[in-house]
Each structure stands twice: as C-alpha cells, then as structure tokens.
C-alpha cells in the first residue's frame, strides 16, 4: 500500500509538472533500443511484441526519463487492452504536419516532426470513451487496477516538449496512439536552405474519395479539384455504390479508408474492382501501415497512405499510382 501511494504522488507530481526535467537531444530509436528489454519483461511472452524503427530517423530535444515513461505507459497500457493475447507494434517515422492538420489541432504548429506510434491489437474504444481519454483520472479499468493518471501524465509530458499526442481508434480494431514530438535544430547546420517545394502535379482522371471524417473529406476533395480530377466522395462504402448508380464513365482510382462503418474498404475495394476492373486503389489509415499490415488487414503489396497527410502528400502519391 504504501508504495502504492508513492507512485500515485510520482504520479500526481509529474501530471502537475513539478518534476524537474531536463530536456537533451536524442535519437528516440536508441531509447527504444535502451527499453527493449525491460518491455519485453513486463508485456509477457503471450504477446506478439514488434518493433520497426526508421531508418535515419531525426532527433528531438525531451527529458529522457519522462519519454521512457511514455513510452512504458502506452505499452502497459496496449497490453491490458489484450488479455488474451495479440500483436503490439512500437513504430518509429520522420513525418511532416501540415497547415490542414494544424487548423484542427489547436496545440499543433505546422512543421517536422519525429512519431512514435503504439499500436495494439484489442477491442478498441467508442467515440465516448476516445473523448476523455487524457482527463485526469478517467479510466475504464476496474478500481484498484488503474489511477486514471497514465494518459493524462502522457499527455502532460509530450505537450511539456512542445509535442502533440493523438490516438486513432476503432471498435473491435485496436488502437494507435501516436505521440509527435517536433523535430530537434540542435546540431543541424542554421543556414540550411530547404529546396523549394514542387508543384502539385493533377490530372483529368476521375477518383472515388471515400473517408468517414467529414473535415478530411471536405479538404480532399476541394484540394484534388484543385487540381483538375474530377472526384465523387462519399462517407462509407455503402453510400459509395450508391453514388456510382448516377456516374458515366470509367473510375480509374478508388481512396479509401480502411476500417469503416457498414463496410470495410477491402470489401469496398473488391466490390469496386469487378465493377470496375482497371480500377486503381489507395488505401488509408490512422492506424500505422506497419501496424496494419502486421494484424493481417492489409497485404504489405498494396498502396496505402498514413493518416494525417498533406495535399500534396496525397496529390503526389495518386499521380505515382495512375502513372505507374
């Protein structure tokens, strides 16, 4: 009991932010490497444990002991969510939020940023307990067997480092939580001189966007219009078939979310290929491709795109797959 209480003051001190911290440069690839072992020890043998890390990947400047924390914190947490078993996956990935993303995310500013992605292979969570997932002692575990503290301590850490903690999930998929810590200057040269950026390039094809989340739909489709493509978007797949009932003419590429309602985008897709059988598709996730691929549900040969991406991070992929 009473050491108990003594990781809920820890707990409670660092959640306040009076533990002192000090932040240096670091490599989050080597602190998984560091933290190996230990995770091993403590997830159990009964779990599938991966992890990928990116090559080159870029440093960030945070305390060592309160990301490690994080860290342990999201995997012990990934493990409860898989009493029977199951696959976890610590990924690592040099990503770049946009301008798009920061509009929705009031604490994101735009740039570079290094993700740390865990994902699990448990029942996921309803859009009600996803919302109060980071309030302080908010927990769906039975009492005794969890403070409430983890997430919200989580959360306090990375936005503390100037991060941003996000967590995508489906019932019955498992979940992500995908933390972003921004890309560290420190050691880099300060006259670097970024390349200009290429311009979009569109084209005249005539894509399906199918994407449950209203805000990401919108900005596709105004965004690929833009750029010539004539696009037909539609919140699942369902309402998908039902949009192609009053189309002419050939669809040459299919976007798609991967886990949705009424219908998933694999079966999506395949309805879509024996309608449509030089049919392109593009598939999407919050979940990681690693992450997805590792659970079987997708096949490591097919085109996908991580959730959140640029426009032009879009615009470049669709005219890599039309070309191609």
Do not use: C
């Not at 735009?110 to 699990?120: I, N, Q």
């Amino acid at each position: 009991m009473a050491r108990r209480g003594g990781d809920l003051t820890q707990q409670l001190l660092a959640f306040a932010r009076k533990k002192i911290v000090k932040p240096e440069v670091l490599n989050l690839n080597s602190t998984m490497t560091r933290m190996e072992p230990m995770l091993r020890r403590v997830i159990g043998e009964d779990l599938d444990f991966v992890m990928v890390p990116e090559r080159n990947l870029g440093l960030v400047k945070v305390d060592v002991g309160s990301i490690e924390q994080v860290i342990m914190n999201l995997a012990l947490n990934a493990r409860d969510a898989m009493p029977k078993g199951g696959k976890l996956t610590i990924e690592t990935l040099n990503v770049t939020l946009g301008e798009d993303y920061a509009e929705s995310h009031a604490d994101v500013k735009p740039g570079e940023y290094v993700m740390l992605a865990v994902t699990d292979a448990g029942a996921g969570m309803p859009e009600d307990v996803r919302a109060r997932i980071f309030e302080p002692f908010f927990t769906t575990k039975p009492i005794g067997q969890g403070t409430g503290l983890g997430l919200a301590m989580s959360h306090g850490i990375v936005k503390q480092a100037g991060g941003h903690i996000a967590v995508y999930s489906e019932v019955g998929r498992g979940s992500t939580f995908k933390i972003y810590l921004p890309l560290s200057q420190e050691g880099l040269e300060a006259t670097k001189i970024e390349p200009a950026a290429a311009p979009m390039k569109g084209g005249t094809e005539t894509i399906l966007y199918v994407e449950d989340e209203p805000l990401l739909r919108d900005i596709a489709r105004r965004s690929l219009s833009d750029l010539g493509y004539t696009v037909v978007d539609a919140a699942n797949g369902q309402e998908a078939m039902e949009r192609l009932s009053s189309l002419n003419g050939p669809i040459h590429l299919l976007i798609t979310d991967v886990v949705m309602p009424k219908m998933s985008g694999t079966e999506l897709a395949k309805k879509m290929i024996q309608r449509y059988p030089g049919i392109k598709v593009l598939y999407s996730s919050g979940y990681t491709e690693n992450a997805i691929v590792h659970q079987g549900i997708l096949h490591e040969s097919v085109n996908f795109i991580q959730k959140p991406y640029a426009p032009s991070a879009l615009a470049e992929r669709i005219r890599s797959i039309l070309d191609s």
